[in-house]
């Protein structure tokens, strides 16, 4: 009888390690995102199966840094997202400093725990040109590139919207050179995405002279359904037939301030274009703000264990219909 139970115990305790080393895989699965590629003018896994960013992305951390934690993102991984922007002002009257380097490595942490991706974003706005802030990203770039080379779920985005008097060739290609190869010194294959002129809009311009001899590069697009319509939608269009690989970091489905009016018409005509060619898409923002571009109503105080009930009516419509 003794013999009996040690033997069950024994294959209790087999069974039990293998369940739990079955979980440890699936967990180390779930960290881990297959690595991503840029074949053609789509995003691709290891497998070569393309693979459509669907995602949201914070406001400033600056000012709504309550929002980047792991609850709150699986909120939205419930709701389909499978990428966190993280909005990392690069203008000092915008919320720049470097201490929320620190914030920006828990929201990291906290997108990698639940098998998201995670944009690291340069947000250009207020500064305009990227050249004017060009030595705070090189150290902000050299940071995250060494700390994170190699993990297979970090893209990064160098110049969010460029604009006034901003030129392709005179200003944001030269910067992104620049920043391309600092990053390539420390992470050889993450998806870098180059911001476009005209608060990135114009990717048609880009299309006539992309960035060359450069691997795993993408070009951002980011429109406001109720201010930018057909003509944006054909800069898109004309880019994409190309070959210019494009993914669409930044939209909403009010007007350009972030504010304003829904337009569900436009924003429909948005998400039947970006299916067709397969174009990743981030919505703004994660935030209460008392703003239509706001994912989460005003009213709705939770941080985290966010509900499709806690969303404003562009959140829902987004989450519906992305």
Known sequence: MKKKIILFSVFTAVIL????GVRAAVSQAAANPSPLRVKGT??????GKTVTLKGVSTHGIA?????????????FKKMGANTVRLAFYSDDAAGYSKSLYKKVEEGIQAATDLGMYVVIDWHILSDGNPKT????????FTHFSKKYAGQTNILYEICNEPNGNVTWEKDIKPYASKMI?????YDKKAIIIVGTPTWSQDVDIVAQNPIKNQKNIMYALHFYAATHKDWIRHKLKKANQ??????VTEFSICDASGNGALDTKEAGKWMKLLKKYKIGRIAWNISNKNETS???KSSC?????IKKSDLSKSGKWIMKNW
Do not use: E, M
């Open 181 to 185: 190869s600092l990053i390539r010194k």
């Open 242 to 247: 190309s070959g210019l690989p494009i993914l």
């Open 294 to 296: 706001a994912l989460i």
């Open 17 to 20: 390690s293998a369940a739990l």
């Open 63 to 75: 000012w709504y840094p309550q929002y980047v934690n792991k609850s709150c993102f699986q909120s």
């Open 42 to 47: 789509r995003i691709v896994n290891a497998s």
């Open 301 to 305: 105080q939770k941080t985290g264990n």
């Open 133 to 140: 802030n060009q030595k705070k990203a090189k150290d902000f």
